[in-house]
């Protein structure tokens, strides 16, 4: 028997098949309204696809992960936002200062949000959206990125997966730091491949891990 997922809308009960979780996931589907907590956007709202309270990265995780990043390093230039949903990440890090983001995400409608998203914040003439898989992102761009942000449905039994590969990418380098928000109750490995875990923090369910490539002599 497959996996579902069951929520109330209005007045009804709707059982989806498991697959269709990842609609609800990625594109933040919820009723609460989220802004970027920083930089020359601060307060700006972000558009999210209308619906329900579906695990959106809430404005003080988002805060809380760019608090730890330029604790680590400064002077961003380019950055990577896979899983990307309506964009909040790599919308927090524009407005942040970072020179250039891409966004990937495979939900078509995602992908007109954040198109949406950069407009409203002045940032489109700094980014770029892929439509597409993560992993087919992961295998076709080739420039390596100060700042990667993986935020997968805590379905995704492929996570390890991917983080891996990403390791092995030509994407991540020395000084790349790649942050991943997973559920706190599936841990991700300390290590994958030769990038290793620097640094966890916990915020209720959510867990955000921090990875870089080990220094080499």
Known sequence: MSASLTYEQGNSIIIKPLDSYYFIDRCRLTSAKMR????????HIIK??????VR???????????SMLTAMSVGWDRGLDLFAGSGA????????GIGWLDFVDQNNKCCQ????????????DRAHVYCCPSMKAIGF???SYDLVFLDPPYADTHLGELVTGLARSSLVSGDTLVTVSHAARSPLNDKYD???KIKEKRYGDTCISIYQKEATT
Do not use: W, Y
């Not at 970027?36 to 307060?43: F, K, L, V």
């Not at 990440?89 to 942040?96: K, P």
């Open 36 to 43: 970027i907590t920083g930089g020359s956007a601060r307060g």
């Open 48 to 53: 999210t696809l209308p619906g329900l309270l």
């Open 56 to 66: 959106p990265t809430t404005d003080k995780v988002r805060e809380a992960v760019f």
């Open 89 to 96: 990440l790599g919308l927090e890090a524009l407005s942040r």
């Open 113 to 124: 949000v954040i198109k949406q998203n950069l407009a409203k914040t002045g940032f489109i």
């Open 141 to 143: 761009l080739e420039t």
């Open 194 to 196: 030769d990038m290793s």
